[in-house]
């Protein structure tokens, strides 16, 4: 967990030099069992358990069970497993308010004896109104006095059932003039004749939550109580009624910090329970719902969740949270985690002329571009690729299957297309096409530059699965900010799209639930949990690869009205590009940071920042770049003056080629390894078919060749200067093969051929 510091810790950092030992620090995750959680529930449960990390303290799991009416053992279970799942663990400490149920009733005896508390008989609706509003007091109720002895009879009949449900409340003698609507007189204990799903029907009387709360806190020796700020009201009550009975060590403190809102979405437990028994969604588990285990079928990972609610940080005032920030952590976990696999969404059939009918070619493709693990993908003379990657009438920059055209398959070879065959309905059935026999791998015998590249599968052994293709729950940011319009109205009408005919190539047809895959050029994919089953796997989309919403403009769901033009309006000049990134920083606080990173952290020039902080692809790859060289003025300059120019308008998160090769090249052309001239043309290779940059360059030989002794040499050197490098990379941290590549290079002096350093290297870091 992180040790970011925020207005917490600096709470805790006092206390901690004023005496309280840092072993006694205590806090609590306390959610009440009736639904299931949500992001918003994860934030806290990251900060609670955090905390109690980060100090060497302890978090509880309580259940404040104190509301028999809507609470159920299901929830219960639930919520311990969606802690657990996100990486938490309570050990001894879990908790529940059925557990003092009989101490809290001694309490309040406690206070009814010291003259603080009376049974009220009066309805809920005459309280309400006795207690009257704002900037206007109070009055008394006319049971306010009564004895204590009347008191102490009255409350011990109500527990042992003698009334019915409203007949008669426990409240708190304070101030019935008090500028705190709170500290009014509240509610300390109601009537309730239902079973309890834990203590039965032993209670008949349950306390209120503000009650329960606080005594919960002080009895298992919470220090810090971290409420969010809606509870900040509630406060006052809070110490009251701690103070009231006394002699607790330590005393709990209540703090209060921002709750997570999270724009296209909604966090009210009844509304989501709405979209439930309507039947919008499949269940609390649909991977469209905020929920926890929505998430987690979805194929989100604890791990993007937890940098989530790092990134979100912990702040005093209430903010709205761009749901670009949360699918960012999501991408960012899921590129270093995920092998890439070909999948073909909506299918169009490719026969191939002059292949040999009856062969298939048994292709070795890797799982990642930076990976040494592969599979084996047959190659026939029929296919089928995505029909949105065919185009009869191409568009002016089109870089993929048109009449006449040529494109690459990926790892495989190159095709032209010669003839469009055409159905009954006058639609396109398939495409004849011509393959380069000599282009195996992708790459042309004669050199000739290809620019598309295209994913594909073979039609013979491609399995058939059905793909879901998720996306955000509403169309609005705020699907709450009119009242007048149901929230509803707001939804999405394409959160769910099905292809039940996708195409998918035979190495992925037999994989497990749970496991991932970035579908190349489609998006991150899991195979379901639930509707998975052995051979027949289910995939949901996790998330594109790009953010689809981000030119989209944001609306908050309340009704627009058109502007009326004036005669002498003039129609506005377009925006240059920099006043668009100008403007995109405005709107994402996220672009902003990262271009104040860039200038202030990494030193670069304002231009090379603007530039490099355009979108949160291209910010990713620059990071992943930057980890891999390790220093970031010469990456940003390539990126800046090389990389731009060579992808022009293509989005960074479709390149084939990821930031820690980009970072693995400049490395090597700073190592001299590769003259700048020729790296360019590796970077071209790279970017078309996503090969490392070591191994394009010892194919198109233009690298060093080296006497074997001296590499060995320098590989030894270097491993024997960085030790714990080493034991990071063996432990799983592959992104470290860029740096020991660039240090290996650096100790040559340009001596080496790329190829041959990297595989001195893996065969001594296996």
């Given at each position: 967990m992180s040790e970011r510091s925020n207005f917490i810790t600096d709470i805790i950092d006092a206390d901690i030099a004023n005496g309280l030992p840092a072993s006694q620090i205590a806090t609590r995750f306390p959610p009440e069992p009736n639904g299931f959680l949500h992001i918003g529930h994860a934030k806290s449960i990251c900060l609670n358990f955090g905390l109690a990390l980060q100090y060497g303290g302890r978090c509880h799991l309580r259940f404040d069970d104190t509301n028999p009416a809507k609470e159920d053992i299901a929830y219960v279970e639930s919520i311990q497993n969606d802690v657990r799942w996100l990486g938490f663990d309570w050990g001894d400490h879990l908790?529940?308010?059925?557990?003092?149920?009989?101490?809290?009733?001694?309490?309040?005896?406690?206070?009814?004896?010291?003259?603080?508390?009376?049974?009220?008989?009066?309805?809920?609706?005459?309280?309400?109104?006795?207690?009257?509003?704002?900037?206007?007091?109070?009055?008394?109720?006319?049971?306010?006095?009564?004895?204590?002895?009347?008191?102490?009879?009255?409350?011990?009949?109500?527990?042992?059932?003698?009334?019915?449900?409203?007949?008669?409340?426990?409240?708190?003698?304070?101030?019935?003039?008090?500028?705190?609507?709170?500290?009014?007189?509240?509610?300390l204990y109601r009537i309730r004749h239902i079973t309890h799903h834990r203590t039965g029907d032993a209670w008949c009387i349950y306390p209120m939550y503000d009650f329960a709360h606080c005594l919960e806190d002080a009895i298992e020796g919470i220090t810090h109580s971290i409420c969010t700020l809606e509870f900040e009201s509630a406060r006052e009550l809070y110490d009251w009624v701690l103070d009231a009975v006394g002699g607790w060590d330590p005393l709990p403190h209540q703090y209060e910090f921002a709750r997570l809102k999270l724009d296209y979405t909604v966090m009210s437990k009844r509304k989501?329970?709405?979209?439930?028994?309507?039947?919008?969604?499949?269940?609390?588990?649909?991977?469209?719902?905020?929920?926890?285990?929505?998430?987690?079928?979805r194929g989100v990972t604890p791990e993007a969740i937890r940098a989530f609610a790092e990134m979100v940080g912990v702040a005093k005032n209430n903010t709205v949270v761009d749901y670009g920030k949360l699918e960012y952590c999501i991408r960012q976990d899921l590129e270093a985690r995920t092998q890439r696999a070909m999948c073909v969404l909506n299918p169009l059939k490719?026969?191939?002329?002059?292949?040999?009918?009856?062969?298939?070619?048994?292709?070795?493709?890797?799982?990642?571009?930076?990976?040494?693990?592969?599979?084996?993908?047959?190659?026939?003379?029929?296919?089928?690729?995505?029909?949105?990657?065919?185009?009869?009438?191409?568009?002016?920059?089109?870089?993929?299957?048109?009449?006449?055209?040529?494109?690459r398959l990926m790892g495989a070879y190159l095709i032209r297309c010669q003839e469009v065959v055409r159905g009954d309905d006058g639609a396109v059935e398939r495409l004849i096409c011509t393959v380069d026999l000599h282009s195996r791998g992708g790459q042309a015998a004669d050199g000739r530059k290809v620019k598309g590249t295209l994913h594909w599968v073979s039609e013979a052994h491609a399995a058939t699965v059905s793909v879901r293709l998720y996306d955000r729950l509403f169309s609005a940011a705020n699907p709450e900010a009119d009242p007048d319009v149901d929230f509803v109205t707001q939804l999405n009408p394409n959160s769910l799209k099905t292809q039940p005919d996708a195409k998918i190539e035979p190495a992925v047809a037999t994989c497990d639930p749970g496991e991932r895959f970035q579908f190349v050029?489609?998006?991150?994919?899991?195979?379901?949990?639930?509707?998975?089953?052995?051979?027949?796997?289910?995939?949901?989309?996790?998330?594109?690869?790009?953010?689809?919403?981000?030119?989209?403009?944001?609306?908050?769901?309340?009704?627009?009205?058109?502007?009326?033009?004036?005669?002498?309006?003039?129609?506005?000049?377009k925006r240059t590009r920099a006043e668009v990134r100008s403007a995109a920083r405005a709107e994402n606080p996220a672009l902003q940071s990262a271009m104040d990173h860039f200038v202030g952290e990494w030193k670069l020039s304002e231009s090379d920042a603007d530039l490099l902080s355009a979108d949160l692809d291209l910010i990713a790859f620059v990071k992943a770049a930057v980890a891999s060289h390790g220093t970031p003025a010469p990456v940003a300059s390539w990126v800046v003056n090389q990389l731009l120019g060579v992808i022009k308008d293509t989005p960074v998160a479709s390149l084939l080629c990821n930031g820690t090769q980009f970072g693995q090249l400049v490395s090597l052309v700073e190592a001299g390894g590769?003259?700048?001239?020729?790296?360019?043309?590796?970077?071209?290779?790279?970017?078309?078919?996503?090969?490392?940059?070591?191994?394009?360059?010892?194919?198109?030989?233009?690298?060093?060749?080296?006497?074997?002794?001296?590499?060995?040499?320098?590989?030894?050197?270097?491993?024997?200067?960085?030790?714990?490098?080493?034991?990071?990379?063996?432990?799983?941290?592959?992104?470290?093969?860029?740096?020991?590549?660039?240090?290996?290079?650096?100790?040559?002096?340009?001596?080496?051929?790329?190829?041959?350093?990297?595989?001195?290297?893996?065969?001594?870091?296996?």
């Amino acid at each position: 967990m992180s040790e970011r510091s925020n207005f917490i810790t600096d709470i805790i950092d006092a206390d901690i030099a004023n005496g309280l030992p840092a072993s006694q620090i205590a806090t609590r995750f306390p959610p009440e069992p009736n639904g299931f959680l949500h992001i918003g529930h994860a934030k806290s449960i990251c900060l609670n358990f955090g905390l109690a990390l980060q100090y060497g303290g302890r978090c509880h799991l309580r259940f404040d069970d104190t509301n028999p009416a809507k609470e159920d053992i299901a929830y219960v279970e639930s919520i311990q497993n969606d802690v657990r799942w996100l990486g938490f663990d309570w050990g001894d400490h879990l908790h529940f308010a059925s557990d003092y149920f009989e101490r809290m009733f001694e309490i309040a005896n406690g206070l009814i004896d010291k003259g603080l508390a009376y049974v009220d008989s009066q309805s809920v609706d005459e309280i309400r109104e006795q207690r009257a509003g704002f900037g206007k007091p109070g009055t008394n109720s006319p049971f306010r006095e009564r004895s204590i002895e009347e008191n102490r009879d009255l409350f011990a009949k109500m527990r042992a059932g003698d009334f019915e449900d409203g007949s008669h409340v426990l409240r708190a003698k304070i101030d019935m003039t008090h500028p705190n609507m709170v500290m009014r007189d509240p509610l300390l204990y109601r009537i309730r004749h239902i079973t309890h799903h834990r203590t039965g029907d032993a209670w008949c009387i349950y306390p209120m939550y503000d009650f329960a709360h606080c005594l919960e806190d002080a009895i298992e020796g919470i220090t810090h109580s971290i409420c969010t700020l809606e509870f900040e009201s509630a406060r006052e009550l809070y110490d009251w009624v701690l103070d009231a009975v006394g002699g607790w060590d330590p005393l709990p403190h209540q703090y209060e910090f921002a709750r997570l809102k999270l724009d296209y979405t909604v966090m009210s437990k009844r509304k989501l329970l709405r979209l439930v028994e309507d039947g919008t969604v499949s269940g609390w588990d649909d991977p469209r719902m905020p929920t926890i285990a929505g998430l987690r079928r979805r194929g989100v990972t604890p791990e993007a969740i937890r940098a989530f609610a790092e990134m979100v940080g912990v702040a005093k005032n209430n903010t709205v949270v761009d749901y670009g920030k949360l699918e960012y952590c999501i991408r960012q976990d899921l590129e270093a985690r995920t092998q890439r696999a070909m999948c073909v969404l909506n299918p169009l059939k490719v026969e191939l002329r002059n292949w040999p009918k009856d062969f298939v070619d048994k292709l070795q493709v890797p799982w990642r571009p930076d990976g040494d693990e592969s599979r084996e993908i047959p190659f026939s003379s029929t296919l089928f690729i995505e029909r949105d990657d065919f185009s009869e009438e191409p568009p002016k920059g089109w870089r993929r299957l048109a009449p006449g055209a040529e494109v690459r398959l990926m790892g495989a070879y190159l095709i032209r297309c010669q003839e469009v065959v055409r159905g009954d309905d006058g639609a396109v059935e398939r495409l004849i096409c011509t393959v380069d026999l000599h282009s195996r791998g992708g790459q042309a015998a004669d050199g000739r530059k290809v620019k598309g590249t295209l994913h594909w599968v073979s039609e013979a052994h491609a399995a058939t699965v059905s793909v879901r293709l998720y996306d955000r729950l509403f169309s609005a940011a705020n699907p709450e900010a009119d009242p007048d319009v149901d929230f509803v109205t707001q939804l999405n009408p394409n959160s769910l799209k099905t292809q039940p005919d996708a195409k998918i190539e035979p190495a992925v047809a037999t994989c497990d639930p749970g496991e991932r895959f970035q579908f190349v050029r489609q998006g991150y994919f899991i195979a379901d949990t639930n509707d998975s089953k052995p051979g027949a796997p289910v995939f949901n989309r996790v998330i594109g690869l790009r953010d689809s919403w981000a030119k989209a403009p944001k609306t908050d769901g309340r009704p627009t009205r058109k502007k009326a033009k004036k005669r002498d309006d003039k129609p506005s000049n377009k925006r240059t590009r920099a006043e668009v990134r100008s403007a995109a920083r405005a709107e994402n606080p996220a672009l902003q940071s990262a271009m104040d990173h860039f200038v202030g952290e990494w030193k670069l020039s304002e231009s090379d920042a603007d530039l490099l902080s355009a979108d949160l692809d291209l910010i990713a790859f620059v990071k992943a770049a930057v980890a891999s060289h390790g220093t970031p003025a010469p990456v940003a300059s390539w990126v800046v003056n090389q990389l731009l120019g060579v992808i022009k308008d293509t989005p960074v998160a479709s390149l084939l080629c990821n930031g820690t090769q980009f970072g693995q090249l400049v490395s090597l052309v700073e190592a001299g390894g590769v003259s700048k001239s020729a790296a360019r043309n590796v970077l071209g290779h790279m970017v078309e078919s996503g090969r490392d940059p070591a191994v394009l360059i010892d194919e198109l030989g233009v690298g060093r060749q080296e006497d074997a002794g001296l590499v060995d040499e320098a590989v030894d050197a270097v491993f024997t200067e960085h030790p714990s490098e080493v034991e990071r990379f063996l432990g799983g941290d592959q992104k470290l093969m860029g740096f020991f590549m660039g240090k290996t290079m650096r100790a040559l002096r340009g001596r080496a051929d790329g190829q041959a350093v990297r595989t001195a290297l893996l065969s001594r870091l296996k």
